[in-house]
């Protein structure tokens, strides 16, 4: 028998688990409201709301000066881990979308954190690609398109530097991962989730946080 985690997280639960974290400050809290009024059928997409905290954290526990964003959306997870990088940090967020992105730089303006924001509009394997090969990012936070997410852990390993850290979100796939006839996205979490697990680069732990989150520190 495994002995597994029998908290049920219910509505109650989740408020109590907020309230004992951080709260959002004003401008994270209007980047949330704003993704959600403005992109109603989009929304779901923003990294949820105990993240924020939790990549701050994670940004300071690193000590990161150069952090990577690969999916960057209205700019909600880039705000909160610029927020914690020292005044000379540089966070390189990969998207597609400028549509999108615009939100995140005028959120990033009105924090005082947008000269630590390096916004690239282009597809992220291109941006990954064309940064120098040695090892030198502290944190990287993916969360984009889930077919690609092999291609893009294989770009950052190689430039992880030694106990950096690259935090993987959607690994649980909405249970998706569990089903053995999955498809599509779904299927492709299963296969970047198996290949994480044999990565013997890096020390890796699967964490029940919101829709699953990994985090894989470079040996
Ligand atoms: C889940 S959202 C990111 C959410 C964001 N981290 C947040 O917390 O608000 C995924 C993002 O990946 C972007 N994306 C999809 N394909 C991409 C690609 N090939 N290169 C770069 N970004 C891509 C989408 O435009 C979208 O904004």
């Known amino acids: 028998m495994t002995k597994g985690n029998d908290t049920t997280i219910t509505a109650e639960l989740y408020a109590y688990m907020l ?13 949330v409201d704003t993704t959600y009024a403005r992109f109603p059928d989009h929304a779901g997409m923003q990294s949820a709301e105990e ?3 939790l990549l ?9 000066r150069h952090v990577v964003e690969v999916g ?5 997870s880039a705000l909160a881990m610029a927020q914690a990088l020292p005044a000379d940090g540089t966070l390189i967020a990969c998207d597609i979308s400028e549509e999108w992105t615009a939100y995140g730089r005028e959120a990033w303006a009105k924090a005082g954190v947008a000269d630590r924001v390096d916004l690239r509009i282009a597809p992220a394997l291109d ?24 291609a893009y852990w294989e770009e950052l390993v190689p430039r992880m530097r030694r106990g950096g850290v690259i935090a993987t979100d959607n690994v649980l796939f909405h249970g998706g991962v569990t089903d053995p006839e999955a498809t599509g996205p779904a299927a492709a979490i299963k296969e970047f989730n198996d290949h994480v697990s044999a990565d013997d680069r890096m020390d890796s732990v699967l964490l029940t946080v919101s829709d699953g989150l990994t985090l894989s520190r470079k040996k």
């Open 19 to 31: 309230a004992h974290n951080p709260p959002l400050d004003p401008v994270q809290r209007e980047l």
């Open 72 to 76: 960057t959306f209205t700019g909600f």
């Open 127 to 150: 941006t990954l690609r064309a940064m120098p090969d040695e090892p030198h990012i502290d944190f990287a936070y993916l969360d984009a398109d889930k077919g690609g997410y092999i």
């Open 51 to 53: 993240q924020a905290p």
């Open 56 to 64: 701050a954290f994670l940004v300071r526990l690193v000590g990161a």
